[in-house]
């Protein structure tokens, strides 16, 4: 069986190494995998050391799209990707997530009449200003196979209908555990063994806060901004505690000199680059407490037993709030504190929600049968 796998941005790398993996370790026989890069996300650092780190085979076809406005970037995906499924015979596509990427891989595949095959699906937000919600909901409307990574997703299937019976839509829904948990369990020990950022950074076991912010409604936004940078100085100075925070590069470049004012002479506020991913695991592990805009890093704390603070109105993954593992406190100082306040004198308990670590295996069986 020859698949396309599609990937854009470092999300969809890092999840695309579990089902790789899987594949490699006992499937290989069955199962050729080719890799499609749309190179939404094309900074070295934010990309190629991710295929470095993670073992991942190195992309056949790349389309080097870039950034650019959504219709704009999405439309010459949906080229490039609708050239490629043309060029050869392709038994179905797996797409990841929600990203650009994510959807005009869909788009494109579903005009050739290719099975898709849509991990992490039925993910839902409820909020359409956001364009990962527009990207999810139309993907799984056009997937064959939708892999619910909760119980909650396949709920949020089942109430839009996906369970119904219809003449001529072939699609089925599983519960296969989340990808990002198969993988959690396996960097973690590859990290601890190979990767020496704590003592680079001088940094023990929970004596830090870890924060990353690259949501767009919170970086285009000074004020949101302003907002998220002021909580992240108050509760380093109440607490004594260093604040790491790895900037993203769209962050960075969205600083107003008000923002830097702000962040001027805060020793306890280290402003790095972005980590690699090992770095990136290790530091979720050891953190005290985990602080957010990210839906990946909410579970990756989550999987490592750290409470975490959400700074978005809402979240994908409400498993996390209502087992009160994480507070959604959006871009709000006072709700921000507040939360803190009380995840750091709170008994937070991890419940086993996201399945068994085999979900990547779970994903190619039921690909092939």
Not at 29 to 48: P, R, W
Not at 197 to 204: A, G, T, V
Request: charged share 20%; glycine share 6%.
């Amino acid at each position: 069986m020859h698949l396309l796998t599609v990937i854009g941005a470092r999300p969809q790398i890092i999840k695309a190494a579990a089902v790789s993996r899987a594949i490699c370790n006992g499937y290989s026989d069955k199962v050729s995998e080719h890799i499609l890069h749309t190179g939404q996300h094309y900074d070295a650092n934010m990309s190629q050391v991710f295929f470095d780190e993670l073992g991942i085979p190195q992309p056949e076809y790349n389309l080097g799209v870039g950034s650019g406005r959504h219709g704009e970037q999405t439309a010459k995906m949906i080229s490039g990707i609708e050239e490629v499924l043309m060029r050869r015979q392709f038994d179905g596509i797996i797409l990841y997530g929600d990203t650009n990427s994510t959807l005009a891989g869909a788009v494109a595949a579903s005009k050739l009449h290719v099975p898709i095959f849509h991990i992490e699906a039925g993910l839902r937000s409820y909020n359409r200003m956001m364009p990962e919600e527009i990207n999810r909901i139309v993907c799984d409307q056009l997937s064959t196979l939708l892999f619910a990574p909760t119980q909650t997703a396949v709920d949020n299937l089942r109430e839009e209908g996906f369970f119904a019976e219809h003449p001529t839509l072939h699609r089925r829904v599983i519960n296969c555990g989340d990808v990002m948990y198969d993988n959690s369990i396996h960097f973690a020990k590859v990290a601890a063994a190979s990767c020496d950022i704590m003592q680079q950074l001088s940094l023990q076991r929970e004596g830090y806060i870890l924060a990353t912010i690259h949501r767009d409604n919170n970086t285009d936004d000074p004020q949101r901004l302003e907002q998220i940078l002021r909580a992240l100085v108050d509760i380093a100075r109440k607490d004594n505690i260093p604040v790491i925070l790895p900037l993203h590069p769209r962050t960075r470049n969205k600083l107003t000199p008000r923002h830097r004012q702000i962040l001027a002479g805060e020793p306890l506020i280290r402003i790095l680059e972005p980590f690699s991913f090992l770095e990136m695991t290790l530091m979720e592990q050891n953190a005290r407490l985990v602080m957010t805009d990210s839906g990946g890093v909410q579970k990756e704390a989550f999987f490592f037993e750290r409470p975490c603070i959400i700074m978005r109105p809402e979240t994908e993954w409400v498993e996390i709030v209502q087992h009160k593992a994480g507070i959604i406190a959006d871009a709000d100082y006072k709700r921000i504190v507040d939360a803190y306040d009380e995840l750091a004198n709170r008994n937070v308990t991890f419940p086993p929600l996201f399945g068994d670590g085999h979900a990547a295996e779970k994903i190619i069986q039921n690909i092939l049968s």
